[in-house]
């Protein structure tokens, strides 16, 4: 609810004070704090404590029958501009508070030559035919593939570390794929991947996901003041900019960025 001072209501308001004498006080001595009535901070030194608990404890029960009315709550604006650090499609799957977080998934994986193939890899030869630079929260390491036809052992909630790979292995313990952290990833908790074999049973499915409130250490604060300067864990996903009406301090909520396609960030807006 708009805090601000009362527009519609009885007035005045009449109430018996501490002594037993009538006090008459105008609606301009209320006002809106959120869901409360509160003095306004003009009046408050005209009333003792128990005429001030008097009359709001009768302003409550005006509000609660809809005898007071509250200030018109003004349309969000926006507040704050987020893009993705990245371009590409898989930035689309990311959802910002004043955390970030980035789901990426790939399915219907027959191989860790196919995986190679479909998220990309951290040294691509740019050779046609070969696999791709991967764009996502991981990519496959070069070169890693073609020791086992198989399908990688399912794995729940691996928490990956920056600049090291992991081998996904089949149940011989033959490698499928290496697979390891985005080049450009610095944190020590917040990167995980997940492994499940698809319902067929002949492929399987990998998800990397990216949560910045799993980052170890106290993230900076953010203000107004240092946007181009976010907190690392933060600034991994996203960067903030003002809109065009100017910088504001959004509300609680989250956004979820789109728009992002091939050489495009996906973006979004946080509003007030």
């Not at 890693?144 to 928490?159: Q, R, W």
């Not at 903030?240 to 956004?255: E, I, K, N, R, Y």
Request: hydrophobic share 35%.
């Amino acid at each position: 609810m708009t805090t601000g001072d009362v527009v519609g209501g009885p007035s005045p308001i009449s109430f018996t004070g501490s002594n037993g004498s009538q006090r008459v006080v105008p609606l301009s001595a209320l006002s809106f704090s959120g869901s409360s009535v509160e003095v306004s901070s003009g009046w408050t030194s005209e009333f003792d404590s128990s005429e001030t608990a008097i009359l709001l404890a009768l302003a409550a029960d005006l509000f609660a029958i809809g005898e007071l009315t509250p200030p018109p709550s003004p349309p969000p604006q926006a507040a704050l501009a987020v893009t993705a650090t990245h371009t590409g499609p898989l930035t689309n799957g990311i959802t910002v508070t004043v955390s970030a977080v980035e789901v990426d998934t790939w399915s219907d994986l027959g191989s860790g030559t196919a995986a190679a193939m479909t998220i990309g890899v951290d040294a691509p030869t740019g050779k046609q035919g070969d696999a791709p630079a991967g764009t996502g929260l991981i990519v496959v390491k070069q070169g890693s593939t073609g020791g086992s036809s198989e399908l990688p052992v399912a794995a729940i909630s691996t928490v990956l570390k920056a600049g090291v790979g992991v081998d996904l292995v089949d149940s011989s313990n033959a490698k499928v794929c290496t697979i390891l952290p985005r080049a450009d990833y610095s944190g020590t908790g917040g990167l995980s991947y997940t492994v499940t074999i698809d319902a067929s049973g002949k492929t399987f499915t990998l998800t990397a996901t990216y949560d910045s409130t799993k980052e170890t250490g106290t993230q900076g604060t953010i203000t107004l003041q240092t946007l181009t300067k976010l907190p690392t864990q933060v600034g991994y996903l996203v960067g903030v900019t003002p809109p065009a009406s100017g910088a504001a301090l959004p509300g609680d909520g989250s956004v979820q960025l789109s728009g992002g396609t091939t050489g495009i960030a996906a973006n979004g807006l946080l509003y007030t």
